[in-house]
């Protein structure tokens, strides 16, 4: 079944942007453009996620949120804002949303932050003690990784990066999703730092191995899976 | 000859002039007053003189030459001629009458007021005296004088207390000058004070002053009022086109990587790959050039200061060494944080600032070289700083460094726009603090100090 988004964005490029790309994607798409509108919505149809402007005419999106919130409604929010700074991303999240995005945005990094939203809302957050993709395992526990028969030594950080991207086997995790997932900062590394993290990595996992795991995904960022 | 430096200062200056003027017109003062006194004085004699010199005459007239000599001998025995001298003499110079024995020499038979010193008879020593000489009709010369010792002491008294009075107008000036000093120096060290401020970024800040008063003083606050205000608004103006800018660059950027973005999913040529990633690389950093313009502007106008959280700051510069650690590994660079601390600070925005330090001096930096990340936490003040040994960024150029798009060799086109140090200057202005470039001999140190308030 198809995933069903709300998006609730005045700003019409914007939103046509959205709904095509998420389309392609093969999602459904409603469109709100207010927040009045984008609230009746959100409290009537059951959707699996809703992308919320913060900026929006009638009530503000952080009202919109709160509104949500109070009336005991958790699908997952992705917050978008134009503002363009660290505050309001700590703003939002503090409010309650899921994730925050500030304009402009690669489209994918949208789909790949409400990809991830979509998949935590479905798993729930029981508590794991092994990760695996393919013949690559790593224990929480014994904080051991192998792949195969073969045991790989990492570094703590590199393997905070490994669990990353294996916690969210098979999607396309962006760099910046890994500067804030892997060491909890809302910053632009500038150059290619997080490439490097990444590559070293890789060399240590996929290095000698038939099957590569970890894959440079052009223009987004990079994926952990059995796929090419 | 040098002049030590003090002396050179125009508040010495200012302080000597308030003193000498002082002195000067104390002294004036004191002349004056000493010269109106000896004119009195002086007139007091003539006029005394004067009148017997007449009678004198006048009696001559009445009753002839024995008349007068009586009269004189009369004049000189009354109690009244204590001090009057009078010499009759007839035309050979034999005395006839008077006080005085001979004719002084140097006195003409006819002449005004003059001072001479001469003996009466019967005194012992000679005196001062103001005399009058004249010829009378029958050649006899009648010379008539008043002794002004008197006069002179009293002179003499007024010259002491003149000099006693000098002595009290000199701590009298002095007190004067340090007052005046005091008072001129005091406004114009307000004014400074909200120059200073003004430079260290608030701008809304005025020179606190009377409107109604039409004093110099006040004239130069509206002055520096006037160009305070201007200033403002000339910033304000340009912060308002930079953002607009920003703003209005963001949507048509947006939309290029959103083509950029299909276009890449739609073709499996892999040289238009390739050149498409290229263009997107461009557009994300531009994207990334836009964001922190925004941000810097942000910061400099105070927005985020709600946003300080308590940090460990020594945990910090460990993150972005490990973040930045293989990257620098990779391009020869080794990576190190010293020291420690927990500061209440913009999390988020100083740690920018940090790594993009971190990213100039890897770009800048000497291959090889080490970057040194370091915290040090004084009592109210937080210095976060990042050494590089490359070859550092010559004084004189250094104020230009730290402004936006002021990237100082356009041939080390490295990547960035050069905001990296603006948007750590502007960070360190949001906390109140300021960044300072130095010399790490060799290369470059650049400071972050913040000031924190003490637990």
New interface residues.
Partial sequence: MAQKILLIEDDR??AT?IVK?LG?EGMTVDHADNGRDGLFHATDGGYDAIILDRMLPGMDGMAVLGALRAGGIHTPVLMLS?L????DR?AGLTAGSDDYL???????ELLARLKLMLRRGGSGTQAVTKLACGDLDMDLLSRKVKRGARAIDLQP?EFRLLEYLLRHKEQVVTRTML?EGV?D?????????ID??VS?LRRKIDDGEEVPLIHTV??AGYRLGLEG | MRIPAFLRSSTTRFFALVFVLQLISSTALLLYVRHIIADELERTSRTLVTELHDDLVADYKQEGLPGLRTLISERLTGIRARDAAVLLDDPNGNQLAGNIADWPPPIPFDSGWQVATLYRMGRDKPEPMGLIASKLPDGTHLLVGHVIEGDLRVRRLTGEAMAAALLLAVPLALLGAIVATRVITGRVERIAETARRVGMGDLSLRVPHEAGMRDAFSDLAASINLMLGRIEALVGELRVVTDSLAHDLRSPLTRLSATIERAMRETDDEAALGALERVGFEAETLLGMLSTALQISRAEAGIGRDRFVDTDLGQMIEDLAEVYGPLAEERGFTLSAEGGGRAVVHRELVGQALANLVDNAMKYGRPDGTIRLSVHRADDLVTLAVDDDGPGIAEDRRAEALRRFGRLDPARSAGGAGLGLALAAAVARLHGGAITLGDNAPGLSVRLELPVAGD
């Fill in positions: 490029q914007t942007y790309g392609e134009a363009g700074a660290v505050d700590v500030t304009k402009p945005f690669a489209f994918a950080r500067l060491w900062y809302h910053f632009d590394p500038g150059t290619n730092v490097v993290h070293r052009r223009g």
